[in-house]
């Protein structure tokens, strides 16, 4: 018989009451739940901006938020502030036809232009608001079609052409 009670205790575990299996039970779940949420915790957080620093001011805010981009609407018409020929081709033009940069006749070089200006006005204008080789359209930029008229007249004025200053739009010529 005693050999019995040993063979019995053998085959046995660690829990012997009802009690023990509830609280056993309860940890199986419980712990693992807890090392998730803490695990989750440890990865999930970062620097943080606390109490007392500028992420959180107004100004840095709106910074965060402010659109990337903006949209400006021209009106076509308006042509309150014209730019001269020489300071469209100073903010312009200059890029490439002040060192010959891409092939571009320099400014005030008259063999380069002469072969241009022998086109005539309406070529070099088509050539500058559509663009050919390596220089790219102009129409449509920053600057209205007769502001760029304005700035391929004064260059090719300045390689040796006579063409006339374009006279202002209808609507700049009636403005006060």
Not at 39 to 44: F, P, S
Not at 55 to 76: F, H, M, N, S, Y
Not at 104 to 122: H, I, M
Not at 137 to 156: C, K, L, N, T, W
Request: proline share 7%.
């Amino acid at each position: 018989m005693s050999d019995q009670s040993v063979h019995e205790d053998a085959h046995t575990g660690p829990i012997k009451t009802p009690k023990q299996l509830a609280w056993a039970v309860f940890f199986a779940f419980v712990v693992p739940v807890m090392v998730i949420i803490l695990l989750a915790n440890y990865v999930g957080t970062e620097s943080k901006p606390a109490a007392g620093t500028g992420a959180l001011d107004p100004q840095a805010v709106a910074e965060r938020i402010a659109p990337i981009g903006q949209v400006t609407v021209k009106d076509a018409n308006d042509t309150g502030a014209l730019k001269t020929g020489e300071q469209v081709f100073q903010a312009q033009c200059s890029a490439c036809h002040a060192t010959g940069a891409a092939g571009a006749p320099k400014f005030g070089d008259a063999a380069a232009w002469g072969p241009r200006v022998k086109t005539g006005l309406e070529a070099l204008l088509h050539s500058a608001l559509k663009g050919k080789g390596n220089m790219g359209p102009q129409g449509g930029g920053d600057f209205s079609d007769f502001e760029i008229e304005r700035a391929v007249v004064y260059m090719a004025n300045n390689g040796g052409a006579k063409f006339d200053e374009p006279k202002a739009p209808a609507a700049a010529a009636s403005a006060p």
